[in-house]
Protein backbone atom coordinates (compact mmCIF):
# COMPACT_ATOMS: atom_id res chain seq x y z
CA UNK A 1 0.00 0.00 0.00
CA UNK A 2 1.05 3.28 -0.91
CA UNK A 3 0.48 6.66 1.32
CA UNK A 4 -2.87 7.73 1.27
CA UNK A 5 -3.78 11.72 -0.06
CA UNK A 6 -6.94 12.88 1.66
CA UNK A 7 -7.80 15.96 0.32
CA UNK A 8 -10.82 18.26 2.39
CA UNK A 9 -12.69 21.33 2.30
CA UNK A 10 -15.69 22.74 1.18
CA UNK A 11 -17.06 23.86 -2.39
CA UNK A 12 -18.84 26.98 -2.57
CA UNK A 13 -20.91 28.96 -5.16
CA UNK A 14 -18.06 31.29 -5.24
CA UNK A 15 -16.33 28.09 -6.37
CA UNK A 16 -18.52 27.28 -8.86
CA UNK A 17 -18.84 30.94 -10.53
CA UNK A 18 -14.76 30.94 -10.02
CA UNK A 19 -14.01 27.44 -12.20
CA UNK A 20 -16.15 24.89 -12.77
CA UNK A 21 -13.33 22.62 -12.76
CA UNK A 22 -11.42 22.29 -9.39
CA UNK A 23 -8.05 19.89 -9.62
CA UNK A 24 -6.83 18.09 -6.98
CA UNK A 25 -3.06 17.36 -6.74
CA UNK A 26 -2.08 13.86 -6.62
CA UNK A 27 2.23 13.14 -6.36
CA UNK A 28 2.67 9.22 -8.09
CA UNK A 29 5.45 7.94 -6.85
CA UNK A 30 8.00 5.62 -8.94
CA UNK A 31 7.01 2.05 -8.82
CA UNK A 32 2.78 2.55 -8.48
CA UNK A 33 0.79 -0.20 -10.09
CA UNK A 34 -2.69 1.55 -9.60
CA UNK A 35 -4.23 4.44 -8.00
CA UNK A 36 -7.51 4.17 -6.54
CA UNK A 37 -9.32 7.23 -6.15
CA UNK A 38 -12.46 7.75 -3.57
CA UNK A 39 -14.78 10.94 -3.97
CA UNK A 40 -17.28 11.55 -0.64
CA UNK A 41 -20.11 14.34 0.19
CA UNK A 42 -23.36 14.61 1.06
CA UNK A 43 -25.80 13.52 -1.44
CA UNK A 44 -29.04 15.51 -1.80
CA UNK A 45 -31.08 17.13 -5.04
CA UNK A 46 -28.85 20.07 -5.18
CA UNK A 47 -25.24 18.46 -4.89
CA UNK A 48 -23.66 17.20 -7.75
CA UNK A 49 -20.10 16.77 -8.35
CA UNK A 50 -18.31 14.84 -11.48
CA UNK A 51 -15.42 13.08 -11.29
CA UNK A 52 -12.58 12.50 -13.77
CA UNK A 53 -8.57 12.80 -13.58
CA UNK A 54 -5.32 14.09 -15.56
CA UNK A 55 -2.17 11.92 -15.51
CA UNK A 56 1.39 13.81 -16.40
CA UNK A 57 0.24 13.18 -19.74
CA UNK A 58 -2.71 14.39 -19.83
CA UNK A 59 -6.39 12.50 -19.96
CA UNK A 60 -7.00 9.81 -18.25
CA UNK A 61 -10.32 9.47 -17.96
CA UNK A 62 -13.88 10.99 -16.93
CA UNK A 63 -17.10 9.37 -15.07
CA UNK A 64 -18.80 12.56 -14.37
CA UNK A 65 -21.65 12.11 -11.52
CA UNK A 66 -21.86 8.33 -12.51
CA UNK A 67 -19.14 7.31 -10.17
CA UNK A 68 -17.79 8.18 -6.76
CA UNK A 69 -14.33 6.16 -7.17
CA UNK A 70 -11.93 5.06 -10.30
CA UNK A 71 -8.80 2.88 -10.54
CA UNK A 72 -6.46 3.13 -12.90
CA UNK A 73 -3.74 0.37 -13.30
CA UNK A 74 -1.54 -1.35 -16.39
CA UNK A 75 -3.72 -4.19 -16.67
CA UNK A 76 -7.14 -2.48 -16.59
CA UNK A 77 -9.32 0.59 -15.40
CA UNK A 78 -12.62 1.49 -14.27
CA UNK A 79 -15.14 1.79 -17.18
CA UNK A 80 -14.63 5.74 -18.80
CA UNK A 81 -11.06 5.84 -17.56
CA UNK A 82 -7.51 4.53 -19.39
CA UNK A 83 -5.98 1.43 -18.65
CA UNK A 84 -1.70 2.00 -18.95
CA UNK A 85 1.30 2.51 -16.75
CA UNK A 86 0.59 4.39 -13.69
CA UNK A 87 3.22 7.65 -14.99
CA UNK A 88 5.22 8.93 -11.75
CA UNK A 89 4.71 12.12 -11.33
CA UNK A 90 1.81 15.12 -10.20
CA UNK A 91 -1.61 13.45 -11.21
CA UNK A 92 -4.59 15.50 -10.89
CA UNK A 93 -8.33 14.70 -9.93
CA UNK A 94 -10.58 16.50 -11.72
CA UNK A 95 -13.48 17.45 -9.69
CA UNK A 96 -16.66 19.25 -11.89
CA UNK A 97 -18.86 21.58 -9.59
CA UNK A 98 -22.62 20.48 -11.96
CA UNK A 99 -24.62 21.26 -8.75
CA UNK A 100 -23.43 23.03 -5.31
CA UNK A 101 -26.19 24.18 -2.80
CA UNK A 102 -25.72 27.75 -1.52
CA UNK A 103 -24.92 26.57 2.19
CA UNK A 104 -21.73 24.62 0.40
CA UNK A 105 -20.58 21.32 -0.47
CA UNK A 106 -18.47 19.67 2.18
CA UNK A 107 -16.23 16.62 0.38
CA UNK A 108 -13.42 14.57 0.67
CA UNK A 109 -10.94 13.06 -1.84
CA UNK A 110 -8.70 10.01 -1.09
CA UNK A 111 -6.46 9.16 -3.42
CA UNK A 112 -3.92 5.58 -2.74
CA UNK A 113 -1.35 4.94 -4.80
CA UNK A 114 -0.25 1.09 -5.17
CA UNK A 115 2.64 -0.75 -5.08
CA UNK A 116 3.35 -2.34 -8.16
CA UNK A 117 5.73 -5.22 -6.59
CA UNK A 118 2.11 -5.71 -3.88
CA UNK A 119 1.50 -9.17 -4.18
CA UNK A 120 -2.25 -8.24 -3.21
CA UNK A 121 -2.85 -6.27 -6.11
CA UNK A 122 -3.80 -8.02 -8.46
CA UNK A 123 -6.64 -9.85 -6.42
CA UNK A 124 -7.86 -6.15 -5.45
CA UNK A 125 -7.73 -5.16 -9.30
CA UNK A 126 -9.69 -8.47 -10.15
CA UNK A 127 -11.83 -7.44 -7.22
CA UNK A 128 -12.16 -3.72 -8.44
CA UNK A 129 -12.81 -4.19 -11.96
CA UNK A 130 -14.98 -7.52 -12.49
CA UNK A 131 -17.06 -6.99 -15.49
CA UNK A 132 -20.39 -9.13 -16.76
CA UNK A 133 -19.47 -11.55 -18.95
CA UNK A 134 -20.45 -10.96 -22.71
CA UNK A 135 -23.48 -11.95 -23.50
CA UNK A 136 -23.75 -15.27 -26.54
CA UNK A 137 -24.24 -14.24 -30.15
CA UNK A 138 -28.24 -13.91 -30.56
CA UNK A 139 -29.01 -16.75 -32.46
CA UNK A 140 -31.45 -14.58 -34.80
CA UNK A 141 -32.14 -11.40 -36.38
CA UNK A 142 -34.17 -9.49 -37.76
CA UNK A 143 -34.09 -9.38 -41.34
CA UNK A 144 -32.80 -5.86 -43.05
CA UNK A 145 -35.31 -4.18 -44.75
CA UNK A 146 -34.64 -4.12 -48.42
CA UNK A 147 -34.89 0.05 -48.88
CA UNK A 148 -34.80 1.52 -52.64
CA UNK A 149 -31.20 2.58 -53.15
CA UNK A 150 -28.25 3.68 -56.00
CA UNK A 151 -26.40 1.40 -57.42
CA UNK A 152 -23.72 0.08 -55.08
CA UNK A 153 -25.32 1.31 -51.72
CA UNK A 154 -27.33 -0.19 -49.15
CA UNK A 155 -29.04 1.87 -47.02
CA UNK A 156 -28.07 0.65 -43.10
CA UNK A 157 -30.43 1.14 -40.25
CA UNK A 158 -28.55 2.57 -36.67
CA UNK A 159 -28.49 5.02 -33.88
CA UNK A 160 -26.36 7.78 -33.45
CA UNK A 161 -26.69 8.41 -29.53
CA UNK A 162 -26.24 5.64 -26.96
CA UNK A 163 -24.30 5.03 -23.75
CA UNK A 164 -22.86 2.47 -22.38
CA UNK A 165 -21.39 1.78 -18.10
CA UNK A 166 -18.09 3.50 -19.35
CA UNK A 167 -20.55 6.94 -18.82
CA UNK A 168 -23.87 6.52 -17.24
CA UNK A 169 -25.75 3.78 -19.23
CA UNK A 170 -25.87 0.37 -17.74
CA UNK A 171 -24.65 -1.89 -20.76
CA UNK A 172 -21.10 -3.09 -21.68
CA UNK A 173 -20.19 -2.87 -24.82
CA UNK A 174 -20.57 -6.03 -25.60
CA UNK A 175 -23.82 -5.83 -23.94
CA UNK A 176 -25.22 -2.73 -26.69
CA UNK A 177 -23.99 -4.62 -29.63
CA UNK A 178 -25.82 -7.62 -28.60
CA UNK A 179 -28.68 -5.51 -28.20
CA UNK A 180 -28.46 -3.92 -31.48
CA UNK A 181 -28.19 -6.84 -33.47
CA UNK A 182 -31.80 -8.50 -31.18
CA UNK A 183 -33.01 -4.38 -32.64
CA UNK A 184 -32.30 -5.42 -35.79
CA UNK A 185 -29.99 -2.19 -36.27
CA UNK A 186 -26.64 -2.35 -38.47
CA UNK A 187 -24.87 0.31 -37.10
CA UNK A 188 -24.82 2.19 -33.76
CA UNK A 189 -22.63 4.75 -32.28
CA UNK A 190 -20.95 4.78 -28.97
CA UNK A 191 -20.97 8.36 -27.37
CA UNK A 192 -20.44 7.77 -23.84
CA UNK A 193 -19.73 11.30 -21.75
CA UNK A 194 -16.63 13.33 -21.93
CA UNK A 195 -14.30 9.53 -22.39
CA UNK A 196 -12.90 7.25 -24.91
CA UNK A 197 -12.15 4.41 -22.81
CA UNK A 198 -14.65 2.38 -24.69
CA UNK A 199 -13.19 2.47 -28.62
CA UNK A 200 -10.72 -0.03 -28.12
CA UNK A 201 -13.61 -2.43 -27.00
CA UNK A 202 -15.75 -1.10 -30.43
CA UNK A 203 -13.77 -3.19 -32.94
CA UNK A 204 -13.72 -6.97 -31.41
CA UNK A 205 -17.56 -6.32 -30.24
CA UNK A 206 -18.32 -5.49 -33.72
CA UNK A 207 -16.86 -8.05 -35.09
CA UNK A 208 -18.23 -10.75 -32.86
CA UNK A 209 -21.76 -9.94 -32.66
CA UNK A 210 -22.04 -8.93 -36.77
CA UNK A 211 -23.06 -4.55 -36.23
CA UNK A 212 -21.04 -1.74 -36.98
CA UNK A 213 -19.83 0.12 -33.76
CA UNK A 214 -19.26 4.00 -34.46
CA UNK A 215 -16.50 5.55 -32.21
CA UNK A 216 -18.12 8.42 -30.56
CA UNK A 217 -18.12 10.47 -27.66
CA UNK A 218 -20.86 12.91 -25.72
CA UNK A 219 -19.27 16.53 -25.76
CA UNK A 220 -20.99 17.07 -22.15
CA UNK A 221 -20.89 20.94 -20.60
CA UNK A 222 -23.68 22.56 -18.71
CA UNK A 223 -24.17 24.81 -22.35
CA UNK A 224 -25.04 21.80 -24.11
CA UNK A 225 -23.86 18.56 -25.34
CA UNK A 226 -22.46 17.37 -28.59
CA UNK A 227 -21.89 13.95 -30.45
CA UNK A 228 -18.26 14.19 -32.25
CA UNK A 229 -18.11 10.38 -34.25
CA UNK A 230 -15.35 9.02 -35.44
CA UNK A 231 -11.77 7.98 -34.03
CA UNK A 232 -10.60 11.31 -33.30
CA UNK A 233 -9.34 10.78 -29.89
CA UNK A 234 -10.45 12.47 -26.83
CA UNK A 235 -12.00 15.75 -27.19
CA UNK A 236 -11.52 18.24 -24.33
CA UNK A 237 -15.26 19.41 -22.88
CA UNK A 238 -13.51 22.19 -21.00
CA UNK A 239 -12.18 23.76 -24.41
CA UNK A 240 -14.83 26.18 -26.56
CA UNK A 241 -17.21 24.65 -28.71
CA UNK A 242 -15.23 25.48 -31.96
CA UNK A 243 -12.24 23.51 -30.94
CA UNK A 244 -13.86 20.68 -30.79
CA UNK A 245 -15.32 21.08 -34.48
CA UNK A 246 -12.01 22.02 -35.56
CA UNK A 247 -10.28 18.95 -33.58
CA UNK A 248 -13.04 16.37 -35.26
CA UNK A 249 -12.62 17.88 -38.63
CA UNK A 250 -8.85 17.68 -38.73
CA UNK A 251 -8.64 14.26 -37.64
CA UNK A 252 -11.67 13.06 -40.18
CA UNK A 253 -14.41 12.75 -37.87
CA UNK A 254 -17.63 14.80 -37.71
CA UNK A 255 -19.43 16.54 -35.30
CA UNK A 256 -23.27 16.74 -33.81
CA UNK A 257 -25.17 19.48 -31.90
CA UNK A 258 -26.82 16.88 -29.36
CA UNK A 259 -31.04 17.47 -28.34
CA UNK A 260 -30.25 21.29 -29.17
CA UNK A 261 -33.69 22.16 -27.68
CA UNK A 262 -33.91 19.67 -24.06
CA UNK A 263 -34.50 22.56 -20.97
CA UNK A 264 -31.41 23.13 -18.88
CA UNK A 265 -29.34 20.88 -21.77
CA UNK A 266 -30.36 22.36 -24.66
CA UNK A 267 -27.78 24.24 -26.85
CA UNK A 268 -26.43 27.46 -26.08
CA UNK A 269 -22.57 27.51 -26.93
CA UNK A 270 -21.30 30.13 -29.33
CA UNK A 271 -20.22 29.02 -32.42
CA UNK A 272 -18.51 30.84 -35.44
CA UNK A 273 -18.87 27.81 -37.22
CA UNK A 274 -21.69 25.06 -37.72
CA UNK A 275 -21.30 21.38 -37.28
CA UNK A 276 -21.90 19.46 -40.15
CA UNK A 277 -24.81 17.75 -38.62
CA UNK A 278 -27.82 18.07 -36.61
CA UNK A 279 -29.77 16.10 -33.80
CA UNK A 280 -33.10 17.17 -35.36
CA UNK A 281 -34.85 13.73 -34.16
CA UNK A 282 -34.19 13.03 -29.85
CA UNK A 283 -36.26 10.75 -27.54
CA UNK A 284 -37.07 14.17 -26.15
CA UNK A 285 -39.42 15.06 -29.24
CA UNK A 286 -41.97 14.13 -27.20
CA UNK A 287 -44.83 14.74 -29.35
CA UNK A 288 -43.45 14.67 -32.63
CA UNK A 289 -46.72 17.06 -33.85
CA UNK A 290 -44.31 19.98 -32.80
CA UNK A 291 -42.29 21.67 -34.92
CA UNK A 292 -39.81 22.78 -32.69
CA UNK A 293 -36.57 20.72 -33.70
CA UNK A 294 -38.07 21.82 -37.00
CA UNK A 295 -37.60 25.44 -36.44
CA UNK A 296 -34.74 25.15 -34.47
CA UNK A 297 -32.77 23.43 -37.54
CA UNK A 298 -34.16 25.42 -40.52
CA UNK A 299 -32.72 28.60 -37.75
CA UNK A 300 -29.63 27.08 -36.78
CA UNK A 301 -28.83 25.99 -40.22
CA UNK A 302 -30.59 24.67 -43.02
CA UNK A 303 -27.63 23.13 -44.72
CA UNK A 304 -27.27 20.88 -41.69
CA UNK A 305 -27.46 17.74 -42.15
CA UNK A 306 -30.61 16.35 -40.31
CA UNK A 307 -29.62 12.91 -37.67
CA UNK A 308 -31.32 10.99 -35.13
CA UNK A 309 -30.88 9.33 -31.70
CA UNK A 310 -32.45 7.38 -29.25
CA UNK A 311 -30.00 8.53 -26.10
CA UNK A 312 -30.00 5.22 -24.80
CA UNK A 313 -29.05 4.73 -21.34
CA UNK A 314 -30.93 1.86 -19.96
CA UNK A 315 -34.18 -0.30 -20.26
CA UNK A 316 -37.26 1.73 -18.92
CA UNK A 317 -35.46 5.01 -19.42
CA UNK A 318 -35.72 7.78 -22.27
CA UNK A 319 -36.38 6.18 -25.59
CA UNK A 320 -35.60 2.50 -27.05
CA UNK A 321 -32.52 1.94 -29.04
CA UNK A 322 -33.09 2.69 -32.40
CA UNK A 323 -35.96 4.83 -31.46
CA UNK A 324 -35.94 7.04 -33.73
CA UNK A 325 -33.59 5.12 -36.68
CA UNK A 326 -30.94 7.16 -38.66
CA UNK A 327 -30.93 5.19 -42.37
CA UNK A 328 -27.44 5.93 -43.70
CA UNK A 329 -27.29 4.68 -47.65
CA UNK A 330 -23.56 3.29 -47.43
CA UNK A 331 -20.81 1.80 -50.10
CA UNK A 332 -20.24 -0.95 -46.85
CA UNK A 333 -21.02 -1.54 -43.45
CA UNK A 334 -17.86 -0.38 -41.88
CA UNK A 335 -16.72 2.64 -39.79
CA UNK A 336 -15.82 4.55 -42.84
CA UNK A 337 -18.58 3.62 -45.10
CA UNK A 338 -21.16 4.84 -42.75
CA UNK A 339 -18.95 8.37 -41.90
CA UNK A 340 -18.82 8.68 -45.50
CA UNK A 341 -22.84 8.34 -46.68
CA UNK A 342 -23.24 10.19 -43.31
CA UNK A 343 -20.75 13.27 -44.76
CA UNK A 344 -22.34 13.18 -48.01
CA UNK A 345 -25.84 13.54 -46.60
CA UNK A 346 -27.39 10.34 -47.69
CA UNK A 347 -29.88 10.07 -44.23
CA UNK A 348 -32.89 9.68 -43.39
CA UNK A 349 -34.53 9.11 -40.01
CA UNK A 350 -37.56 7.53 -39.25
CA UNK A 351 -39.56 6.66 -36.10
CA UNK A 352 -39.04 3.38 -35.81
CA UNK A 353 -36.82 0.81 -37.65
CA UNK A 354 -39.81 -1.13 -38.75
CA UNK A 355 -42.19 1.64 -39.75
CA UNK A 356 -42.59 4.14 -42.20
CA UNK A 357 -39.50 5.81 -44.48
CA UNK A 358 -38.92 8.31 -46.38
CA UNK A 359 -35.37 8.65 -48.43
CA UNK A 360 -34.01 9.78 -51.95
CA UNK A 361 -33.47 7.65 -54.56
CA UNK A 362 -32.22 8.26 -58.01
CA UNK A 363 -33.82 12.04 -58.44
CA UNK A 364 -37.09 10.99 -56.89
CA UNK A 365 -38.69 10.99 -53.21
CA UNK A 366 -39.56 7.37 -51.90
CA UNK A 367 -41.99 6.35 -49.44
CA UNK A 368 -41.99 3.07 -47.80
CA UNK A 369 -44.17 1.10 -45.96
CA UNK A 370 -46.56 4.99 -45.62
CA UNK A 371 -49.99 4.27 -47.10
CA UNK A 372 -52.11 6.56 -46.05
CA UNK A 373 -49.58 9.06 -44.27
CA UNK A 374 -49.63 12.55 -45.47
CA UNK A 375 -46.55 13.91 -47.70
CA UNK A 376 -45.04 17.11 -46.55
CA UNK A 377 -42.73 19.77 -47.57
CA UNK A 378 -41.31 23.14 -46.27
CA UNK A 379 -44.57 24.66 -47.24
CA UNK A 380 -46.46 22.13 -45.63
CA UNK A 381 -48.75 19.21 -46.16
CA UNK A 382 -50.08 18.14 -50.13
CA UNK A 383 -50.39 14.91 -51.01
CA UNK A 384 -51.49 11.38 -49.60
CA UNK A 385 -49.78 8.47 -50.07
CA UNK A 386 -51.33 5.24 -51.59
CA UNK A 387 -49.02 1.99 -51.84
CA UNK A 388 -46.35 0.42 -50.11
CA UNK A 389 -44.03 1.66 -51.92
CA UNK A 390 -44.51 4.97 -53.65
CA UNK A 391 -42.22 7.01 -55.81
CA UNK A 392 -42.64 10.93 -55.98
CA UNK A 393 -40.52 13.09 -57.68
CA UNK A 394 -37.83 14.50 -56.03
CA UNK A 395 -38.92 18.25 -54.93
CA UNK A 396 -36.16 20.63 -52.97
CA UNK A 397 -36.15 21.06 -49.49
CA UNK A 398 -36.58 18.38 -46.16
CA UNK A 399 -39.46 16.35 -46.57
CA UNK A 400 -41.71 14.23 -43.73
CA UNK A 401 -44.53 11.91 -43.72
CA UNK A 402 -47.23 13.06 -41.55
CA UNK A 403 -49.81 11.12 -39.83
CA UNK A 404 -53.72 12.39 -40.34
CA UNK A 405 -53.51 14.07 -37.06
CA UNK A 406 -50.29 15.97 -38.22
CA UNK A 407 -47.37 13.68 -36.18
CA UNK A 408 -43.98 13.14 -38.23
CA UNK A 409 -43.12 9.81 -38.69
CA UNK A 410 -40.33 10.12 -41.29
CA UNK A 411 -37.95 12.73 -42.63
CA UNK A 412 -35.39 12.99 -45.59
CA UNK A 413 -33.50 16.45 -46.70
Known amino acids: MGSLITHTGTFSIDDRLASQWQYLPVEVPPGTGALRVTLSYPRDAAAVLDLGCLDPAGFRGWSGGARDSFVVAELGATPGYLAGPVTPGLWQVVIGLHLVPASGLPFTVTAEPLSAGSASLGGQLSSWLAAPDAPPVPSSRPARRSLPAEGGLTWLAGDLHAHTFHSDGVMSVAELAAHAVERGLDFVAVTDHNTVSHHGLLGPASARYGVTLLPGQEVTTELGHAGVLGDTGWIDFREPASSW?????????????????????????????????????????????????????????????????????????????????????????????????????????????????????????????????????????????????????????????????????????
Open 245 to 413: LTLAESRGGLMSVNHPFAGPHSWVHPMPRRPPLLEVWHWSWLDPSWTTPLSWWQAWDPAAIPVGGSDWHRPGSDAPLGTPTTWVSCTDESVSGVLEGLRAGRVAISASRDGAVLLRDSGSLVAVGADGLVLAGPAGPYKRIYGDLVRLPGAPGYHRLLTLLGATVALTP
